[in-house]
């Protein structure tokens, strides 16, 4: 028979002294300092906002506060000192006041540190007649909006009607019947409203024959006709148009040329005058030029 052995006392197991993979990832992970950081910062301070976001919803202290800023905003905003109640428009025409009120589109009573007084400004000088604009909130709660207004000087007919220009040819107003500014003297043509510096410097060439004067006609975009009444017709030059008026208004003071039965002068070429007899003074010269060759008149 063989010997029974009898076991002997059980062995310490030996444990491996290398870490495990998930162990050996989370050290190498926490060797990083911005995984540190995150974890001893943001954590807690997430936490701490989730909490305090929570218990702000549940007491409402996010519209609370939302509320107390409000009302200390409304008590310094809305200061009577600082409460716009009326627009004043000095210095201009009724009719431009009211609609300068109606584009400056102010509703009262409003605040002077909520008003864009810029806006209002931009809104206003979109007006034709408003050459430039000045717009200040006074202390007596007055919105002061203080308007350069164009001055019409001519009147332009055009395909699209009537129009008032400044001497600068830019558009004042549109009117719908000559008779409304009989005043001012009219131009016409394509072209006109581009020339109107030119147009008046002519008018005040043409000043002796003024009563007679119904009006300048652009032709070509390039010169000017001067009409008078009695169907007179005066053809000015593309160039030098106001010297070559000047010299029809130096023979009409000499020698009343004007008022002879001629119905058109034409000063276009610098070089000579021409003029266009009417009808019965053709006949008459006809007349005259039988009788002086000694022919039956």
């Avoid at 911005?34 to 943001?42: A, E, K, Q, S």
């Amino acid at each position: 028979m063989l010997p029974v052995r009898t076991p002997g006392p059980r062995l310490p197991v030996r444990r491996d002294p290398a870490p495990s993979r998930l162990r050996y990832r989370l050290n190498r992970l926490w060797l990083r300092q911005g995984f540190r950081r995150l974890v001893n910062f943001g954590v807690p301070m997430l936490a701490g906002l989730a909490a305090a976001w929570t218990l702000s919803s549940e007491l409402d202290l996010r519209g609370r506060t939302l509320a107390v800023v409000e009302e200390a905003r409304a008590a310094i905003v809305y200061r009577p000192q600082f409460v716009i109640t009326s627009v004043v428009v000095p210095d201009v025409s009724r009719d431009l006041a009211e609609a300068i009120r109606v584009a400056a589109f102010v509703q009262l009573p409003v605040s002077s540190l909520e008003l864009d007084v810029n806006a209002v400004r931009d809104r206003v000088e979109q007006l034709d007649a408003v050459e430039r604009v000045r717009v200040r909130a006074l202390a007596s709660g007055v919105l002061e909006i203080r308007a350069a207004e164009r001055v019409p000087l001519v009147v332009w007919r055009s395909d699209a009607g009537l129009e008032l220009l400044d001497a600068g040819g830019v558009r004042v107003a549109e009117i719908d019947s000559r008779r409304r500014r009989p005043d001012l003297p009219l131009i016409a043509g394509d072209g006109a409203d581009r020339a109107v510096p030119e147009a008046l410097a002519l008018l005040a060439e043409a000043r002796p024959v003024g009563a007679r004067i119904r009006g300048l006609v652009r032709q070509g975009e390039r010169r000017w006709d001067l009409i008078l009444d009695r169907g007179q017709l005066v053809k000015l030059p593309a160039q030098g148009a106001v010297d070559a008026l000047g010299t029809v208004m130096a023979l009409e003071a000499r020698d009343d040329l004007l008022k002879r039965d001629v119905s058109v002068v034409d000063v276009r070429d610098p070089r000579r005058l021409m003029l266009r007899l009417n009808e019965p003074a053709i006949d008459e010269l006809e007349r005259l030029r039988k009788t002086a060759a000694g022919e039956d008149a």
